[in-house]
Nanobody, 126 residues
Framework: EVQLVESGGGLVQAGGSLRLSCVASGFTFDEYTIGWFYQAPGKEREGLSCIGISDGSSYYSDSVKGRATISRDNVSNTKNTMILQMNSLKPEDTALYYC????????????????WGQGIQVTVIS
């Protein structure tokens, strides 16, 4: 059974930082592009960031470019883990954040990711 389990969300002050983690199981982690989508209240889900399989290629939406870093661990003791470090958080970052995995390349298309976590809430207060 495929599982993507997110952690690290919560309430944070504007200007602060957050580290979101996603632990994957049930599929061959190092053969999948993995990433994060987010859904703000009243809005559609949008691609936030994703990271490729082995070459370190990555994507960041304009909304977080320069404020976020995505990484993955395929080999060490924390393998099958993806991290999204977000800094300089803004109230508009408030959303439900989803960990996703897909067999294709780097993309922000929702339909390219068949595997989704349950989502984790991030609330940024000013």
């Amino acid at each position: 059974e495929v599982q993507l389990v997110e952690s690290g969300g919560g309430l944070v002050q504007a200007g602060g930082s957050l580290r979101l983690s996603c632990v994957a199981s049930g599929f061959t982690f190092d053969e999948y592009t993995i990433g994060w989508f987010y859904q703000a209240p009243g809005k559609e889900r949008e691609g936030l960031s994703c990271i490729g399989i082995s070459d370190g290629s990555s994507y960041y939406s304009d909304s977080v470019k320069g404020r976020a870093t995505i990484s993955r661990d395929n080999v060490s003791n924390t393998k099958n883990t993806m991290i999204l470090q977000m800094n300089s958080l803004k109230p508009e970052d408030t959303a439900l954040y989803y960990c996703v995995a897909g067999a294709g390349g780097i993309t922000a298309q929702t339909t390219s990711y068949p595997y989704w976590g349950q989502g984790i809430q991030v609330t940024v207060i000013s």
